[in-house]
T-cell receptor, first 113, second 113 residues
């Protein structure tokens, strides 16, 4: 089955802690994205990567970091600098640079203890 | 003012009704228009994709784009309880640009049996 997997489904963060959200895709897509979704709001772009070993900041990158060491993997770290991390995090991918046809993973819900 | 405005609802309709979902936008550079469906606590799935103005039909779903009015619509015919979800519109200014997707905040739809 081709698709995007995200883990864990739920994640709890303590004050001052960094946490990493996993995103893996086996669609052979070049581009990958991280979005944040808050209740009643649309998706906001955190980071995106068009090729391996390259990534760019989105609209709300502060307090987050990413890496793209492999084509199929794009992990997101929520650092302690992100003061309001509670949200639903969505990973997506697209073939080439066709951002208009993005396919999403099931999401990770991050909660702060 | 947001670049993309979408009525959040909630919208409740009886089974079999025709549903009309809408978005307005302010950026005249948008050329690609998408509709995503998102079930509760799941990732969005691409439903319809339209380039420039005009209509596109896929089964019970019809997407309309009116660039002169900066207005897009999604119509669902013979609505079913399984259509109950949040519908997100998304837009892109150009192909070949990995980051440029702007989302509406979503309309929550409930189809009552």
């Amino acid at each position: 089955d081709g698709g995007i997997t995200q883990s864990p489904k739920y994640l709890f963060r303590k004050e001052g802690q960094n946490v990493t959200l996993s995103c893996e895709q086996n669609l052979n897509h070049d581009a990958m994205y991280w979005y944040r979704q808050d209740p009643g709001q649309g998706l906001r772009l955190i980071y995106y990567s068009q090729i391996v070993n390259d990534f760019q900041k989105g609209d709300i990158a502060e307090g987050y970091s990413v890496s793209r060491e492999k084509k199929e993997s794009f992990p997101l770290t929520v650092t302690s600098a992100q003061k309001n991390p509670t949200a639903f995090y969505l990973c997506a991918s697209s073939a080439g640079q066709r951002a208009e046809t993005q396919y999403f993973g099931p999401g990770t819900r991050l909660l702060v203890l | 003012q947001k670049e993309v405005e979408q009525d959040p609802g909630p919208l409740s309709v009886p089974e079999g009704a025709i549903v009309s979902l809408n978005c307005t936008y302010s950026n005249s550079a948008f050329q690609y228009f998408m509709w995503y469906r998102q079930y509760s606590r799941k990732g969005p799935e691409l439903l319809m994709y339209t380039y420039s103005s005009g209509n596109k039909e896929d089964g019970r779903f019809t997407a309309q784009v009116d660039k002169s009015s900066k207005y897009i619509s999604l119509f669902i015919r013979d609505s079913q309880p399984s259509d109950s979800a949040t519908y997100l519109c998304a837009m892109s200014a150009s192909s070949g640009s990995a980051r440029q997707l702007t989302f509406g905040s979503g309309t929550q739809l409930t189809v009552l049996p």
